[in-house]
């Protein structure tokens, strides 16, 4: 089992900054594709990033060069640093791991509960 509980979201300006957290208990990551999905209301849960292996990642074209996601395998942590932050970006974030890279949901299975991310315009 690995438990995930995000942290990091909270309200920031248009064009600022947030870095969201993900760390793991229970194992590791090693081994595991992490990613990074996001869910505003009314709509559905969409993907946003993943890193596996050592450091491959793959990006949605809506977090390409603004996003980045990292993993920091001393503290068992994935992160996601967002910039240039848009009032369309306003959603939960949510980190999964599963064991194949995927942008599908049910790919993963595990989840954390998510972090409120406001962006004002």
């Known amino acids: 089992q690995v438990q995930l509980v995000e942290s990091g979201g909270g309200l920031v300006q248009a064009g600022g900054s947030l870095r969201v957290s993900c760390p793991a208990s229970g194992r590791t990551f090693n081994g595991f594709t992490v990613a990074w999905f996001r869910q505003a209301p009314g709509k559905e849960r969409e993907f946003v990033a993943s890193?596996?292996?050592?450091?491959?990642?793959y990006y949605a074209d809506s977090a390409k060069g603004r996003f980045t996601i990292s993993r920091d395998y001393a503290k068992n942590t994935v992160y996601l640093q967002m910039n240039s932050l848009k009032p369309e970006d306003t959603a939960v974030y949510y980190c999964?791991?599963?064991?194949?890279?995927?942008?599908?949901?049910?790919?993963?299975?595990?989840w954390g509960q998510g972090t409120q991310v406001t962006v004002s315009s």
């Open positions: 999964a791991a599963g064991t194949m890279p995927s942008i599908r949901t049910e790919a993963y299975t595990y």
């Open positions: 890193i596996w292996s050592v450091s491959t990642t």
